[in-house]
């Protein structure tokens, strides 16, 4: 049996331990319950865009996301627009800033919405949905050691009378999280370090209020570039460096329906769709061989 000294010594130190327990239970609590996800500026952490579907294909070339979350907590989302005919030739981003707490609160959402589950999720096809030449819904989320990709054709656009309990549940679940997504963000212009032009030769004829814009850069606009993916009779420029804030300047002055022409060959005009690249794309996609 142990000595009085020897009891009260080890009473002091198990309360020591535990005090020490209670001090550090929170910063532990949250190590352990926190969702891992990259922490590079040029990480995507969380994107949902939207694509596809009976639209002009310009409007499928300067498609952004609209919502697009970096490991570093920058958030871009598109910027407003004017509502007017013909509209800008580039479309606004703005950058904004979550801290960690709003991206865990974020993440841990999306894992109580079934978005970070293993294994595909099945939110129907065209057939079940009932509706035809819809755009598609795509989530990406990168966190707690998986790549989470979920498609969902027409969301929000029809009930649909084919869809199983199931589907409509996890179409729903989706449609929520998206939702819910902040959106009215505060925070500076986005300058893109790089942009996608498409280039389409010979353009067709200028609509009224078109206007005639020259390209700025040494870049010819009958030669450069690559073919766009896809088989598109386009070809995409990348414009990075010096040459952005030049391209952007320029850009100013012209709008969405101009024609372009090279310096020294007024005759012959180009129509660009315009698109600036986010922090992790690198460039034009290109076709495969």
Request: proline share 8%; charged share 15%; aromatic share 6%.
């Amino acid at each position: 049996m142990p000595s009085l000294s020897t009891a009260m010594r080890i009473l002091l130190l198990t309360s020591a331990l535990l005090i020490a327990g209670f001090s550090q239970g929170p910063v532990a609590a949250t190590a352990r319950v926190a969702i891992t996800h990259p922490t590079a500026p040029g990480k995507v952490v969380l994107r949902v865009s939207s694509g596809g579907g009976f639209v002009a294909l310009q409007t499928n070339l300067r498609a952004l996301p609209s919502f697009t979350l970096y490991g570093d907590g920058t958030v871009i989302v598109p910027g407003a627009v004017p509502q007017i005919f013909p509209g800008p030739a580039i479309d606004p981003l703005v950058r904004s800033r979550l801290s960690e707490r709003q991206v865990q609160a974020l993440l841990k959402r999306a894992r109580q919405s079934g978005l970070l589950a293993r294994g595909a999720i099945d939110y129907g096809d065209m057939g079940s949905v009932g509706v035809s030449d819809g755009p598609t819904t795509t989530l990406i989320v990168n966190a707690g050691g998986r790549r989470v990709n979920r498609q969902a054709y027409a969301l929000g656009i029809g009930a649909g009378g084919y869809l199983s309990a199931r589907q409509v549940r996890a179409r729903q679940a989706l449609a929520r999280f998206i939702a819910a997504l902040p959106s009215k963000l505060s925070g500076a212009r986005y300058t893109p370090h790089a942009i996608a032009v498409y280039v389409a030769q010979p353009a067709a004829p200028a609509p009224a209020g078109a206007g005639r814009v020259v390209w700025p850069l040494r870049s010819d606009l009958a030669t450069a570039g690559k073919p766009a993916a896809n088989g598109l009779a386009y070809r995409c420029i990348t414009v990075g460096g010096r040459d952005v804030k030049t391209l952007l300047a320029r850009l100013r002055t012209a709008n969405e329906q101009s024609r372009w022409a090279v310096r020294g060959r007024a005759n012959r005009t180009y129509q660009l769709v315009v698109r600036p690249l986010l922090p992790d794309e690198p460039g034009c996609p290109v076709a495969t061989p």
